[in-house]
């Protein structure tokens, strides 16, 4: 399975635009690029995913680099609850998830 | 709320000893997951089953066993437990098996404590 690299943790101010990057330089080009969070003492919960294009639904947007050797996720206004570890998954033809060490967001009021 | 249940929620036990989880999935999704999470190892994928049947293996230890019954509930049972065991489970659920793009719904998870 390919592997992806994010940074450990990032910040943010409450109600202001997040980018959250993903690298993963060794995309095969049937990987979709999935984005799953997990919140404070609950399960993982799917965020968005996407193979070539820039992808947006009601929680966040997906932009793919056009070589898809890296991604980022974006919460255009974040809030408290948007507090979570962020985690980048690349999925071939398979189920299972991998899961890295993801992004632990903190967002400040 | 995902629509996937778990119980019980909380699991303390002895050293040696065997537990049940249990995994109800959402209505309609034929495929259940289990993850494990624990500190030190994160998130990991232990074992997938669709409609009754064994499709993925992951990091799964032998003294760990599951199965899915005829109405699609899941569990998993570990035995001989260990201080090492003690970590919190997760199941999840998807509509089908075998693609890149099945959405998984989890549940609340179990939280496992090995005395």
């Known amino acids: 399975d390919a592997k992806t690299t994010q940074p450990n943790s990032m910040e943010s101010n409450e109600e202001e635009p997040v980018h959250l990057p993903c690298n993963h330089s060794?995309?095969?080009?049937?990987?979709?690029i999935h984005w799953y969070r997990q919140l404070p003492s609950q399960g993982p919960e799917y965020v968005i995913h996407?193979?070539?294009s820039n992808v947006n639904n009601r929680m966040a947007s997906l932009a793919i680099a056009e070589d898809r050797k890296s991604s980022t996720l974006i919460l255009h206004r974040a809030t408290l609850r948007d507090a979570a570890v962020y985690y980048c998954i690349l999925r071939g033809n398979t189920d299972k998830l991998i899961f890295g060490t993801g992004t632990r967001l903190q967002v400040f009021p | 709320d995902s629509g996937v249940t778990q119980t019980p929620k909380h699991l303390i036990t002895a050293t040696g000893q065997r537990v049940t989880l249990r995994c109800s999935p959402r209505?309609?999704?034929?495929?259940v997951y289990w993850y494990q999470q624990s500190l030190d190892q994160g998130l990991q994928f232990l074992i997938q089953?669709?409609?009754?049947?064994?499709?993925a293996k992951g990091n799964i230890l032998e003294r760990f066993s599951a199965q899915q019954f005829p109405d699609l509930h899941s569990e998993l049972n570990l035995s001989s437990l260990e201080l090492g065991d003690s970590a919190l489970y997760f199941c999840a659920s998807s509509v089908g098996a075998t693609s890149g793009v099945n959405t998984q719904y989890f549940g609340p998870g179990t939280r496992l404590t090995v005395l």
């Open positions: 060794t995309i095969s080009g049937t990987d979709y």
């Open positions: 209505s309609g999704d034929l495929s």
């Open positions: 089953y669709y409609n009754g049947e064994e499709r």
């Open positions: 996407g193979l070539t």
